[in-house]
């Protein structure tokens, strides 16, 4: 399973189809959060529109924030603002089923890492 951070997922939509970008991924996951954020970012229609109909595809596990979720963000890293933490914490919910955490912020990439889960950008070399 790969997780989804949002900026990821609005940088694959603006280059074009990210449902093609994604194709070779088993699993994607994403954090309800992520629904929040695509509708309060000021983005172009279009990019919202293609970011959101990754969210509805088959091959995408939506995760809701859960107490646990909740209780591991509270705790995050000091780099961390409280989005990045509840990402983080969304995809260490789900153990060792995640296999890589797609994001585009090496700051997010560096806590990710330190928890032991490989960063990677799309289509799915090293984070930066």
């Known amino acids: 399973m790969i997780y989804l951070h949002t900026s990821t997922l609005v940088r694959l939509a603006r ?6 970008a994604l194709r070779g991924a088993r699993l994607v ?3 309800e959060l ?18 959101c109909a ?3 595809a088959v091959e995408v596990l939506e995760v809701a924030v859960s107490d646990l979720v ?4 509270e705790s995050r890293p ?16 789900l153990g060792t089923g995640i ?11 560096a806590a990710v890492a330190e928890c ?13």
């Not at 909740?70 to 963000?73: C, F, I, Y």
């Not at 000091?78 to 995809?91: G, I, K, P, S, Y």
């Open 29 to 31: 996951v994403v954090s």
């Open 34 to 51: 992520t629904r929040a954020e695509l509708a309060a970012a000021a983005l172009p229609e279009g990019v919202r529109r293609r970011a």
């Open 15 to 20: 280059d074009g189809d990210p449902l093609r």
């Open 78 to 93: 000091e780099a961390l603002d409280a989005d990045q933490a509840v990402h983080l914490a969304t995809a260490l919910v």
């Open 54 to 56: 990754v969210l509805d």
């Open 116 to 128: 032991g889960v490989r960063a990677v950008v799309p289509p799915f070399g090293p984070a930066a």
């Open 99 to 109: 296999t890589a955490f797609a994001c585009d912020d090496p700051v997010l990439a």
């Open 70 to 73: 909740r209780e591991l963000a």
